[in-house]
């Protein structure tokens, strides 16, 4: 059965399809099964620089005599895709490309995403949230345990909104933030806080940042974005229009047409976030015609 995603011509390119790693999660339990899978024929490794830089040609390696013969706790066991086992550990030396504008497969994505995710996780939390004590990593680096008082802890996932808002002349409000360079622009987003649901968080993040207040919203899809550990989830809304940014994270914007905005890209007046990113993919969809409509 097609879903409404198919049906209304959007997609997330993989992340909305059936997942093709398997976290093997009934394998991660026994430190012999890691072992076992490590010393695998076409095991892979996947290298991740300090800044969440990988290679693709290739992506990943075969193990090699200096990766050890065993696993070392900060190796994380990232799954089972079409049978061969990932691993993926971090390096110094610097390496080519990230998420953001790596070409890649869609095994190859959830391979990357996942690897980024719990290795971040890792470096960012080495100590109990409880007692401070140190953590020692299990199942293949998906959780920890705490030396001292036996707290069990998971890698801890951000969630944030991105929501494409429309006019009732089908225009987009685009703006650009302090930090970017000059010209990029984007759709709004932000942290869903604590006691609030998503769909007051898109309310509230569109409110604050442009002053606007929604009239449609409705949700497309989910993305993870483990740069450094947020999921983000997508949105389409509509607004009556007017709008003004709030001059601290966003120093610009405003409605665009998509005339104005071709023109603008043309011109390079205007640049748009990466194309692995689903900001990109709403201002994408936006143009072709294909972004579904708030009101359902």
């Not at 790693?21 to 290298?47: C, I, T, Y």
């Not at 980024?116 to 004590?133: E, F, I, K, Q, T």
């Not at 010209?183 to 442009?210: D, H, K, M, N, T």
């Not at 914007?253 to 640049?271: I, K, P």
Request: with cysteine; glycine share 10%.
């Amino acid at each position: 059965m097609a879903s409404n995603n198919e049906r209304v011509g959007w997609s997330l390119s993989g992340w909305d399809d059936p997942a093709l790693l398997d976290h093997a999660s009934e394998l991660r339990h026994d430190p012999e099964n890691l072992v076992r899978l490590w010393k695998s024929a076409g095991s892979q490794l996947l290298l991740v620089d300090q800044q969440g830089r990988f290679d693709i040609d290739p992506f990943g390696r075969a193990l090699i005599d200096a990766d050890g013969a065993v696993p070392t706790e900060s190796t994380i066991f990232v799954g089972l895709l079409d049978g061969t086992a990932w691993f993926a550990r971090r390096v110094d030396a610097a390496l080519s490309t990230t998420m953001r504008h790596a070409p890649l497969s869609a095994g190859q994505r959830e391979i990357a995403s996942a690897a980024l995710a719990s290795l971040n996780w890792y470096r960012r939390s080495r100590h109990c949230v409880v007692c401070g004590g140190p953590l020692v990593r299990t199942l293949g680096g998906f959780a920890a345990v705490c030396r001292d008082c036996d707290t069990e802890t998971f890698p801890r996932t951000d969630p944030a909104i991105i929501c494409a808002v429309l006019d009732p002349g089908d225009r987009i409000y685009l703006a650009h933030q302090n930090s970017w360079l000059d010209g990029r622009v984007s759709v709004l987003a932000g942290f869903i806080e604590a006691g609030e649901s998503v769909e007051q968080a898109v309310a509230r993040e569109i409110g604050e940042e442009v002053d606007l207040r929604l009239t449609a919203m409705r949700y497309l899809g989910s993305q993870p974005w483990p740069l450094p550990r947020s999921l983000m989830l997508s949105f389409v809304a509509r607004s009556t229009g007017g709008g003004q940014v709030d001059g601290e994270e966003l120093a610009w914007g405003g409605w665009y047409s998509r005339e104005q905005v071709v023109s603008g890209l043309h011109d390079q007046q205007l640049t748009l976030p990466p194309g692995a990113s689903v900001g990109r993919r709403l201002v994408n969809s936006w143009l072709q015609g294909t972004l579904p409509s708030p009101e359902g």
